[in-house]
């Protein structure tokens, strides 16, 4: 199979070796000859930021930035901790000018080298369906619109009869009889089945020629994860749980997040308080309470007050239900504060107590829990991490507004709860501040894949997305 940046090892290896050159360099020129051990500590925290921050929701190409400026995040993240090894070796060669010399320079090489690797993969992978017409024409539709196009859907193998007459879909290949001849006449990189049973005859099928045929296997909801970030309930089963209950009980990771928590809190908290100060002026004018308290759920379904600032009429607040971007019941001053997230600032409060987290998926009330743990399959599993002021499905998705785009959220929160990591909350907080600055989480919105779809009231389907059938 040929390779492709950023998932094999010669890419990593070679960003290894610019970055730690490029440290060291662009040290030894404004610093003048660093001692070896703060070189060595320098090139580690990039280089290990910028590798953070590839897994898992850089390499799937569903964030709505430039791919060329991903590479850049590592060494931005990376400088305060430059900063505060800096202030603790009280080192002559270490200073906030050294420091962001090193770290400009490091970007530049990234971006060189990545351009570089870039040039040897492929335009797009190579995809083949084990499956239906309809499963290989929905999943093409779906890629089409990722703004990396990296994947191209060439059609399907299916062993029943081909439809007669030109059709506008997919085109049939071939049967499983002929799966190895296919995926050598069509330079196939990728099998996405769409059943247990599809799986089981591919497998079948390659292991035959299991010298010659390499092309990897993936399973529908698999692929889906991948590509979309997001998970698609209805085509996982409760195994899927073996995935999701390990990564939530290190304690070491719990202890780093907690710590990682407090330290953004506060260090929020300093530009926070004028800002509420002013809010808080504005509200009271509009005669009402400035907080706005109310019950969600939170970590292990454990209830507890959310902190907001009100901005909404008193009357209208308590109702539990879906917010929208022009909801009615939004004051003026509260409209503003809702468009750049100021009225969420208070939830710092909860994220000190231990209520929240920075990052994480965000709390429901009670009666909304209740109504789509009943209609969305694990829906539950949210509740598995802390709540957070922001996260994977606000930056992808925005206000749910209804059970159908509770359904999507719910699917990123399920990714997130899979996939959380310090590389993946740093890129969250990265996006989150791209959409205060621009306001781009709406528009954002319709780049996504057709998963915003109508669904059933018990969605069987995930809206986009073809219910997987039995064998």
């Not at 499963?135 to 029943?160: F, H, K, M, N, W």
Request: charged share 20%; net charge positive.
């Amino acid at each position: 199979m040929r390779a492709r940046f950023p998932y094999f090892p010669a890419g990593r290896a070679a960003l290894a070796a610019s970055t730690t050159a490029t440290v060291s360099v662009a040290l030894s020129l404004t610093a003048g000859a660093p001692r070896p051990a703060e070189t060595w500590v320098i090139g580690g925290v990039v280089l290990g930021s910028c590798l953070a921050v590839r897994r898992p929701a850089a390499r799937a190409g569903f964030l709505p930035m430039s791919a060329a400026l991903r590479p850049a995040i590592g060494p931005l993240i990376a400088l305060p901790v430059l900063a505060a090894i800096a202030a603790a070796t009280d080192s002559t060669a270490l200073s906030w000018r050294h420091l962001l010399i090193a770290v400009a320079v490091s970007v530049a090489a990234l971006l060189l080298t990545r351009a570089r690797l870039s040039g040897r993969r492929p335009a797009s992978t190579r995809i083949v369906v084990v499956g239906d017409e309809r499963t290989a024409a929905t999943l093409r539709e779906q890629l089409s619109r990722l703004p990396s196009r990296r994947y191209t859907v060439l059609g399907y193998i299916d062993d029943g009869s081909p439809r007669p007459g030109p059709h506008a879909g997919p085109a049939r290949l071939g049967d499983h009889a002929r799966l190895t001849d296919v995926v050598a006449a069509h330079a196939v990189d990728l099998l996405v089945v769409s059943s247990e049973t599809a799986y089981r005859l591919t497998c079948d099928e390659l292991a035959r020629d299991y010298l010659t045929m390499d092309v990897p296997v993936r399973r529908l909801a698999a692929f889906v994860e991948e590509a979309f970030g997001l998970v698609a309930v209805n085509l996982i089963d409760s195994s899927w749980l073996q995935y999701v209950v390990p990564s939530t009980q290190r304690y070491a990771a719990s202890v780093a997040r907690r710590a990682f928590d407090i330290a953004v809190a506060l260090l929020a908290a300093i530009p926070a308080v004028p800002v509420l100060l002013v809010c808080a002026v504005l509200i009271k004018l509009d005669h009402g309470p400035v907080l706005y308290r109310q019950q969600r759920v939170g970590y292990r379904g454990t209830s507890f007050q959310i902190l907001k600032m009100r901005s909404m009429r008193v009357a209208d607040g308590a109702a539990e239900q879906w917010s929208a971007r022009d909801d009615p019941r939004v004051t003026a001053i509260g409209r503003l504060m809702r468009r750049t997230h100021i009225d969420e600032l208070p939830q710092i409060i909860n994220v000190l107590r231990g209520d929240m987290s920075i990052v994480g998926p965000r709390p429901e009330q009670p009666l909304l829990v209740r109504r789509l743990d009943a209609r969305i399959p694990f829906y539950g599993l949210r509740h598995v991490v802390k709540p957070g002021i922001t996260g994977w499905a606000q930056v992808r998705c925005g206000y749910a507004g209804s059970e159908a785009g509770s359904v999507l959220k719910a699917s990123c929160d399920l990714y997130y709860v899979r996939h959380h990591s310090f590389g993946l909350d740093c890129l969250i907080l990265f996006e989150t501040l791209r959409t205060l600055v621009f306001d781009q989480q709406w528009q954002g919105a319709g780049r996504q894949p057709a998963f915003d779809r109508p669904v059933d009231p018990i969605p069987r389907e995930v809206p986009g997305i073809p219910a997987q059938r039995s064998a």
